[in-house]
């Protein structure tokens, strides 16, 4: 080490940081170098001019007592009431403005507007398996209860009216959908895009690709054909009519029924009604027999519908 | 607040002339030593006895000094690292030239203001470690806590200040020497 790097440790040897060994091999190298321990004395020298100019002590500035005790008596009061007046109510307007943008955002406050809900109504003179027609109502009705659609169409126009073709629907599932479409849970229809894709695309109102070897018109008119019979069976005399051994069973929650299936007339491709069977006692009816007014087929066609798609309930 | 404003009335000007040294001009050091007192006065629940209350004013005091540096580091300063390459390397004292001590120039030259004016002239950092240690009278480790440095920077830093301080006595005892007048004047 030269006397450069020796003089580095003059500061720390002053104040006794140095350790043992940078300790001896200094003071081995100051009791040969006269030019490093005069500097360490002037070092030592300074820092003790530094000490002392420590202990004296400053005139206080004017105000400074005054000023200090105004700000202790501010650090005495809570914090808010160091804030600027006008303060307070700004903060209020804008918490109010924003709870009232967080409402309106979240949907939370009320439209006076009626909203329209489409929905999906049979008409009342039409035929089974004819035609299902989507429409929304001509009146906006106020809303009673909950459908589960919840739509902003209010104040616009009416929705058009949808058509549904049999040939796109599935067979297998007309009779369960009609019936589950006029309870009180409305379907939703998500507009007329997806009806033209169904026409072109051969897919059905679901959006579900259909087969297109399967000819879905000829399969419900047979089931419609089906059905003819099994109506106009129920009129023929009750040797005839007995209950499929292939039914569901008892416990199956009965599908509540509408009006509208109530009296529509037999051969119009509607479910007939009911045939009075004095004899007969309600254990033997089943489910459908109940969904269906006691429509019972003959064993044979029973289980060719079955076999073709229609499937009990 | 009362009992406070009397507890503290005895460290007052202790705190105001630290500030001082530490910022350079009596309006900042009334407000840090001010900002001072405040603190204590909110935080002397906390105060436990482990130091004695002077030192632990001579703690706060270089915090809010050491905050107040950094918020006013971007006023220009006079690094060391560009005197010493303009000066060269430290000069050398060659035997038997010891004229006057520093603490004699210092006196000559109204002591204080000019040691105030050198000091001034350090970086922040450099300020910061040559007061803590010489004039509040810090350990190497606390100083290395409160500057969140190691105590090895701490060593360099307090090394290389001290040296500058040192240099520009030993001009200045050259200056006088020259012309002789101050320190005539308080040799005779």
């Known amino acids: 080490m030269n006397c450069s790097q020796y003089r580095e440790l003059l500061s720390p040897y002053l104040d006794g940081a140095l350790g043992s060994t940078q300790r ?12 490093c321990r005069e500097e360490l004395e002037a070092l030592r020298q300074t820092v003790k001019l530094l000490q002392a100019w420590s202990e004296e002590e400053l005139d ?7 000023r200090l005790r105004e700000r202790l008596r501010q650090a005495c009061q809570p914090w808010y009431r160091h804030l600027p007046k006008g303060w307070l109510s700004l903060a209020a307007a804008a918490a109010i403005m ?23 109504s049979l008409p009342p003179g039409g035929e089974v398996g004819e035609q299902l027609r989507l429409e929304a109502p001509a009146t906006p009705e106020p809303v009673t209860s909950f459908s589960g659609i919840v739509t902003d169409q209010a104040g616009k126009a009416p929705a058009p009216v949808i058509t549904f073709f ?25 507009g007329r895009e997806r009806m033209t894709a169904a026409q072109t695309n051969k897919v059905n109102f679901r959006g579900q690709k259909l087969d297109p070897a399967l000819n879905e018109t000829q399969q419900l008119k047979e089931e419609t054909g089906k059905l003819e019979e099994g109506a106009a069976a129920i009129k023929a005399p009750e040797a005839g009519l007995t209950a499929p051994s292939a039914g569901p069973p008892d416990n199956t929650p009965p599908v509540p029924q509408t009006g509208k299936y109530k009296s529509a007339p037999a051969g119009t491709g509607r479910l007939p009604e009911k045939e009075a069977e004095p004899g007969a006692s309600d254990r033997e009816q089943t489910v459908p027999e109940k969904v269906y007014g006691k429509l019972k087929l003959p064993e044979g066609d029973w289980q060719q519908a079955t076999e073709t798609g229609i499937t009990a309930p | 607040m009362e009992a406070f404003t009397i507890l503290i009335e005895r460290y007052q000007k202790m705190l105001f002339t630290i500030a001082y040294r530490f910022l350079g001009n009596p309006e900042d050091a009334s407000d840090a030593a001010q900002e001072a007192l405040v603190r204590a006065f909110k935080n002397l629940a906390g105060f436990r006895g482990q130091c004695s209350f002077k030192t632990w004013l001579q703690h ?13 580091s971007r006023q220009p300063t006079l690094s060391l690292e560009s005197l010493q390459e303009v000066e060269g390397a430290p000069r050398e004292l060659t035997a038997g030239e010891g004229v006057a001590s520093p603490e004699e120039i210092c006196l000559a030259r109204e002591g204080e203001n000019y040691l105030h004016s050198l000091i001034q002239t350090l970086t922040p950092e450099y300020r910061m470690v040559v007061i803590m240690r010489d004039l509040q009278g810090f350990s190497y480790e606390e100083i290395a806590l409160s500057l969140g440095c190691s105590v090895g920077t701490v060593k360099s830093r307090l090394s290389r200040a001290r040296q500058f301080l040192r240099q520009h006595l030993l001009q200045e005892r050259e200056h006088f020497t020259i012309s002789s007048v101050y320190i005539s004047k308080q040799r005779g």
């Not at chain 1, 206080?60 to 005054?66: S, V």
């Not at chain 1, 924003?98 to 999906?120: H, K, M, N, W």
């Not at chain 1, 796109?168 to 229809?189: F, G, H, I, L, R």
């Open chain 1, 24 to 35: 001896r091999n200094l003071e081995n190298h100051l009791a040969l170098c006269n030019s």
């Open chain 1, 98 to 120: 924003v709870g009232v943008a967080v409402s309106a955002y979240a949907g939370y406050i009320y439209s006076p507007l009626p909203f329209q809900a489409r929905q999906v």
């Open chain 2, 60 to 72: 706060i005091i270089a915090n809010v000094c050491r905050d107040a540096l950094r918020r006013l």
């Open chain 1, 166 to 190: 049999p040939e796109n629907a599935s067979p297998a599932q007309a009779p369960a959908d009609k019936t589950a479409k006029t309870t009180e849970s409305q379907p939703v229809v998500n």
């Open chain 1, 60 to 66: 206080l500035p004017d105000g400074f007592e005054e």
